[in-house]
């Protein structure tokens, strides 16, 4: 033991629940997937599990990067192993099936500014309107951005159609306001 270090004792940790604590180790995890949730056997293992889906439980069994010696030396194609397939045939192919399927199909994207940019680029743009330059030199511009990025930042506000259409639809309702008083 090196000098200086002192052997810390255990102690008992009277005020832990240990039923508490095994319940949840034997607990199962969420699963998101729902095509692994259905096809899911309580009475399999994990790896058993896996292997009837068809999906590798440990990866680095199934793309095993070959060491350096096998690289290096010459030998035939035919003796590395290291792109052998598993010979087993899953029992439940649909997951996999169904998992690509899912993967393949194109999701919306649905992008949110925070508020505070969306408030700070509704100043700028009422205020200055297209002046990128007098927005940089604006009060509120507490990050010390350059017109450059003001321009950016506006020019993202303006891709967001949820968040540019109310502020659009706000400010022809201010127009109308003013107009009639």
Known sequence: MPRGVKKQ????????NRRKQWKKAR??????????????DQHKSVHQNL??????????????IPKVHE???PQ???????????????????VIDEMMQEASLPYAKRMKL?????KYCIHLMDKYGEDYKAMARDKKNYYQDT????????????QMPEQYKKYLED??????????S
Not at 9 to 16: E, P, R, S
């Open 9 to 16: 004792n255990k102690k008992y940790g009277y005020n832990v």
């Open 51 to 64: 292997m009837d889906m068809g999906v590798a439980s440990d990866p680095n069994k199934v793309l095993r």
């Open 147 to 158: 017109p450059k990025q003001i321009k950016k930042k506006i020019a993202l506000f303006k």
């Open 76 to 94: 035939p194609i035919e003796k590395m192993d290291v792109d052998k397939p598993d010979k087993s045939k899953p029992l439940k192919p649909h």
């Open 114 to 118: 925070s508020d505070p940019m969306v």
């Open 27 to 40: 607990k199962m995890p969420t699963v998101k997937c729902e095509q692994l949730k259905n096809a899911w």
């Open 171 to 180: 400010k022809k309702q201010r127009e109308e306001q003013s107009q009639m």
């Open 71 to 73: 690289v290096m030396a």
